[in-house]
C-alpha cells in the first residue's frame, strides 16, 4: 500500500471514530452512527476531489472506505460506555484525524501536479472540512472555530511545511513531516494552551 | 414519463412543501419560500449528481424542477395558515419526499452501472441531504437526528430492499418496493415509535 | 481587466471583509479570519462553478483571489477594533458584496450560453450561498433569513434585471444594472425597511 493510501485510510478511520463519537453524545440508533461517522470520514476528502474535479471521489471507486468508517461506528457504538470522557477521546482523536488527513489532501493535490497554494489549500481543506461537517449537522460549536486554539493554524503550518519540504527531500518523507507538524501544533495547543494572539476588540471607549 | 422522471418529480414536489412549510415557520416572504423549497427540493438530487459527476445536473437540463418547486413554495405561502399543525404536516410530507426521493436516487445510480454499495449510499445521500440541508440552513434540529426514530435507517433499509429486489425482479418494481420500505418504517416510526436501539451512555460509576 | 473579471474580485475582497468581521465577532485567531474570510469569499461563487462544472474553479487557476481574501482578513485582523459597530459595517459590506456577487454569477452563466432560469439562479447561487456559508459555519442566524429584510428577494430581482436587459442591450452596461438593482433593493431595505408581507400565520382561532 502507498503512504498515500495509507493516510487516506487512516484519515477515514479516526475521522469516522470521532464521528461515532459525537453520534453517541447526541444518542442516535448504529445507522445513526453509521451515517455521522460516513459524514465525517469522507467529507472532507469529498470536497477536496470536487474541487480538483477528481473522478471517480476517492471513496467511489474502493468500497474500503465505507466498510472501515461502518466499522468505527459499529466498534464506538458498543464500546464508548466504556470511557471515562468521551469528549476528551473525541478532542485526542480528532488530533490524529486531523494529522493524517493534512498530508493525504497535501499528497493528492502534489500528484495532481497542483501548484504551492492550491496544495496547501487541499491539505486544510480535507484536514478541517470533515470535523467542520460534522461539527454543523450535529449543531455544536465546531472544533474548527475553537477560541484560543491551534485548529486551522495547525492545519495550514503542516501543509506548509510539507509542500516547501516536498521539494527539497523525498514525498514520503515530506508528507510523514506535514503530519508530525501538524499534530505536533495542535497536541502543544490542547496540552500546553499553545495558541496564536485573537483577535481583541478594544473595550468601548466610554 | 418513466417511473424514475416520476420519483424526481415527486420528491421535488414534495420536499419543496417541506421547505416552504419550514419556511413558513421562520416567517419568510415569498421569495425566501421559494429559496428554501428550491434547496430542500433539489439539494439531495444535487448532491448525489455532483458525486456521481452526472452533467448536467438533474435540474439543469430541465426547467420543470425549479418551476414545481416554486409552485410548491406558492401554494403553502397563501394556504398555510388553513392547517391545524404544520409541524405534523411536515413531518409526514417529509416522510413521502424520503419515500420517493430514496428510490430517485437508487434508480439514477442504477441506471449508471454503479456497485451496490454506491447505489445504496447514493439511495440515503438523496433521500436525507435534501432535508438535511433545509434544517441546518434554519438552524432547527435536523429531522435526520430525532433520536429516537426511524429515519437514515428508513432510507438504509428502503435502498438495500431496492438494490437487492432490483436484482431478482424488474428495475420498476424494485423501485416502488424501494419507495415502500423506506415510507413504512417511517411512518411506523411516526405512529407507533418503531425504533432501534439508541445508544446509551452507561451512567457514571460514582 | 473584463468587467466580469472586476466584478469577481470585487466580491472575492469584499465577502472576505465580512467573513473576517464575522470571525472578529467570534475572537478567531490570524489564520481563522483567512479561513472565514476564503470560505465567504469564494464560497458562492465555487458552488456555481461546481454546479456549471466549470473547471477548474474560478480561484484554482488564478492565485490572486485567494490572497485578495487573506489581504482582507489581515486588514480587518489589524483594523477592527476602530470602528464604532461593527455589526453595522458587516451589514453593509455584505450588501455591496451582495450587489457585486450577483452579476458575477449573471455574467458567468450567461458566458457559458446557459439558458435564462439557470443564469437567474446562478446569480442568487454567487450572491447568498458564500455569506449562507459564513453564518452556518459560525452559528449565527444567516443574514439571507432576516425576517422581514430584503435580501434573497434583492438578489432574485437584481439577477432578473440582468438577464432581461442583457437582451436588450451590452452584457457590461446590463450586469451593472444588475448591480445596482440589487443594490438599491438591499439598501432600501436596510435604510427604509422596505420590505415583501412576510407569512403569518393565522392566530388559533380559539
Same mark, same amino acid.
Given at each position: 500500500? &502507498?503512504l498515500?493510501?495509507?493516510?487516506?485510510?487512516?484519515?477515514?478511520? %479516526?475521522?469516522?471514530?470521532?464521528?461515532?463519537?459525537?453520534a453517541?453524545?447526541?444518542?442516535?440508533?448504529?445507522?445513526?452512527?453509521?451515517?455521522i461517522?460516513?459524514?465525517?470520514?469522507?467529507?472532507g /476528502?469529498?470536497?477536496?476531489?470536487?474541487?480538483?474535479?477528481?473522478?471517480?471521489?476517492?471513496w467511489? *471507486?474502493?468500497?474500503?472506505?465505507?466498510? %472501515?468508517?461502518?466499522a468505527?461506528a459499529?466498534?464506538?457504538?458498543?464500546?464508548?460506555?466504556?470511557?471515562?470522557?468521551?469528549?476528551?477521546?473525541? !478532542?485526542?482523536?480528532?488530533?490524529?484525524? @486531523?494529522?493524517?488527513a493534512?498530508?493525504? *489532501?497535501v /499528497?493528492?493535490? %502534489?500528484?495532481m501536479?497542483?501548484?504551492? @497554494?492550491?496544495?496547501? $489549500?487541499? /491539505?486544510?481543506?480535507? +484536514?478541517?472540512?470533515g470535523?467542520?461537517?460534522?461539527?454543523?449537522?450535529? /449543531?455544536e460549536?465546531?472544533?474548527?472555530?475553537?477560541?484560543?486554539?491551534?485548529?486551522?493554524?495547525a492545519?495550514?503550518?503542516?501543509?506548509?511545511? +510539507?509542500?516547501?519540504? &516536498?521539494?527539497? %527531500?523525498?514525498p +514520503?518523507?515530506?508528507? $510523514?513531516?506535514?503530519?508530525?507538524v501538524?499534530?505536533?501544533?495542535?497536541?502543544?495547543?490542547?496540552l500546553f +494552551?499553545?495558541? !496564536?494572539?485573537?483577535?481583541?476588540?478594544?473595550?468601548?471607549?466610554?
Amino acid at each position: 500500500m &502507498s503512504l498515500l493510501s495509507f493516510l487516506d485510510y487512516a484519515s477515514v478511520a %479516526i475521522f469516522a471514530l470521532t464521528g461515532a463519537l459525537v453520534a453517541s453524545r447526541a444518542q442516535l440508533d448504529i445507522v445513526g452512527f453509521a451515517f455521522i461517522a460516513c459524514l465525517t470520514a469522507v467529507g472532507g /476528502g469529498t470536497l477536496r476531489d470536487v474541487m480538483l474535479d477528481r473522478n471517480p471521489l476517492f471513496w467511489m *471507486g474502493n468500497p474500503n472506505y465505507i466498510l %472501515i468508517a461502518c466499522a468505527a461506528a459499529l466498534l464506538i457504538f458498543f464500546t464508548a460506555h466504556l470511557v471515562e470522557s468521551r469528549y476528551r477521546w473525541l !478532542l485526542w482523536l480528532d488530533s490524529f484525524a @486531523l494529522a493524517v488527513a493534512v498530508p493525504a *489532501g497535501v /499528497g493528492a493535490a %502534489i500528484q495532481m501536479h497542483q501548484p504551492a @497554494l492550491i496544495v496547501v $489549500l487541499m /491539505g486544510v481543506v480535507t +484536514g478541517c472540512m470533515g470535523g467542520l461537517m460534522r461539527d454543523v449537522v450535529v /449543531g455544536e460549536v465546531p472544533l474548527v472555530l475553537r477560541q484560543g486554539e491551534l485548529y486551522v493554524s495547525a492545519a495550514f503550518a503542516g501543509a506548509l511545511a +510539507g509542500v516547501i519540504l &516536498s521539494t527539497l %527531500i523525498a514525498p +514520503g518523507p515530506a508528507l $510523514l513531516a506535514c503530519a508530525g507538524v501538524t499534530w505536533a501544533m495542535r497536541a502543544g495547543s490542547l496540552l500546553f +494552551g499553545w495558541r !496564536l494572539p485573537v483577535y481583541k476588540a478594544r473595550p468601548p471607549k466610554n
